[in-house]
T-cell receptor, first 114, second 111 residues
Framework: EPEVTQTPSHQVTQMGQEVILRCVPISNHLYFYWYRQILGQKVEFLVSFYNNEISEKSEIFDDQFSVERPDGSNFTLKIRSTKLEDSAMYFC????????????FGPGTRLTVT | DAKTTQPPSMDCAEGRAANLPCNHSTISGNEYVYWYRQIHSQGPQYIIHGLKNNETNEMASLIITEDRKSSTLILPHATLRDTAVYYCIVTSAAGSYQLTFGKGTKLSVIP
């Protein structure tokens, strides 16, 4: 069964550095998402991406964040200048055509900002 | 999106049915009930969804009350691998379909 993949599984970075988290959604899926989960807290929506542009974004998704789908397969989340509070699990998700209720989540990238 | 209320934790004996309740008293007519689960820090996993009618798939059954103000997710024969946090989410089938997660119910399946 196809899966959403994410790399790296764990990223450690220093405060102020830029990070790029990578996701390969399932082929032929239409909507793409990033969520984050700070340790011990709820899963939070960050941004949705459809037809090569941002569809919706949350208040968390400020100017420090950006998303791209550069080559039709990869889907990236960039944090320009990381802060300690960006430490979290970041999950990528995608939706298959015709089944918008069924989001497929990746295994996540654990980001640790020191 | 309508808010949901779930008990913070539940236990279930292995092999027995797990019945996870969810209240969504402010649900509106075009909003669906979704259930997802998250097994220890893994990505959330879709289980089932419904609008008005009861639904069943290979993983679970979803019972929605006639007034749609509450629902119950049923895992018919819980196994240790079903230990997870279960999220009941109510959202409309429109827009960008993003999910708003609450705190969910931590289900512990006990041998």
């Amino acid at each position: 069964e196809p899966e959403v993949t994410q790399t790296p599984s764990h990223q450690v970075t220093q405060m102020g550095q830029e990070v790029i988290l990578r996701c390969v959604p399932i082929s032929n899926h239409l909507y793409f998402y990033w969520y984050r989960q700070i340790l011990g807290q709820k899963v939070e929506f960050l941004v949705s991406f459809y037809n090569n542009e941002i569809s919706e974004k949350s208040e968390i998704f400020d100017d420090q964040f950006s998303v791209e789908r550069p080559d039709g397969s990869n889907f990236t989340l960039k944090i320009r200048s990381t802060k300690l509070e960006d430490s979290a699990m970041y999950f990528c998700a995608s939706i298959p055509k015709g089944r918008p209720y069924e989001q497929y989540f990746g295994p996540g990238t654990r980001l640790t900002v020191t | 999106d309508a808010k949901t209320t779930q008990p913070p934790s539940m236990d279930c004996a292995e092999g027995r049915a797990a019945n996870l309740p969810c209240n969504h008293s402010t649900i509106s007519g075009n909003e669906y009930v979704y259930w997802y689960r998250q097994i220890h820090s893994q990505g959330p996993q879709y289980i089932i969804h419904g609008l008005k009618n009861n639904e069943t798939n290979e993983m679970a059954s979803l019972i929605i009350t006639e007034d749609r103000k509450s629902s119950t997710l049923i895992l018919p024969h819980a196994t240790l691998r079903d230990t997870a946090v279960y999220y009941c989410i109510v959202t409309s089938a429109a827009g960008s379909y993003q999910l708003t997660f609450g705190k969910g119910t931590k289900l512990s399946v006990i041998p």
